[in-house]
């Protein structure tokens, strides 16, 4: 199983950014994938989920409104598209799968919100 991350960067408070996370070595199709984000000094989060066929998600409250999960499962990718950013969305951003209940990370994509 590989996940790997991109898109992040730093971006000015209000903006956007689409994360992206190719998922290898598994059957993506079968199973649900989440985000997850991780700020410097505090605990791993749960940020989205998204369905395996992409017909139900769920945020956290805080990302209501802001962010969008989305996945094309032609292309083993799931997105996080993140609007009206704020410097707390600061944090590195994590892909996640659990399979047979084991969960796979990727390596991560650092997101920094600041003027």
């Known amino acids: 199983v590989q996940l790997v991350e991109s898109g992040g960067g730093l971006v000015q408070p209000g903006g956007s950014l689409r994360l992206s996370c190719a998922a290898s070595?598994?059957?993506?199709?079968?199973?649900?994938m989440s985000w997850y984000r991780q700020a410097p000094g505090k605990e791993r989060e749960l940020v989205a989920v998204i369905s395996s066929d992409g017909g139900s998600t769920n945020y956290a409250d805080s990302m209501k409104g802001r962010f969008t999960i989305s996945r094309d499962n032609a292309k083993n990718t799931v997105y996080l598209q993140m609007n009206s950013l704020k410097p707390e969305d600061t944090a590195a951003y994590y892909c996640n799968v659990y399979i047979r209940g084991y969960g796979y990370w990727g390596q991560g994509t650092q997101v920094t919100v600041s003027s």
């Open positions: 070595g598994f059957t993506f199709s079968s199973y649900a």
